[in-house]
């Protein structure tokens, strides 16, 4: 589930579904970064790392399949 349809700014794994959400030790399972430009830093994932997006919203935009999971909001 995503934030947005939990009506919480912030994604919290380990409060959606806590068995999935911590099932590999030591391992980080997602990230988010605060970004003050959504537009130039999908641009510069994408140009330089071929991230993929996907936008929720105008202020959040998720990433996946490059080794890890997250988001960058604003």
Known sequence: MHPCAT?????????????AAMSAHHHIDYIEVPSRDLAATKSFFTTVFDFAFTDYGDDYTAFEGVGITGGFFT
């Open 7 to 19: 009506g919480s700014r912030y994604y919290r794994p380990w409060t959606m579904n806590a068995g």
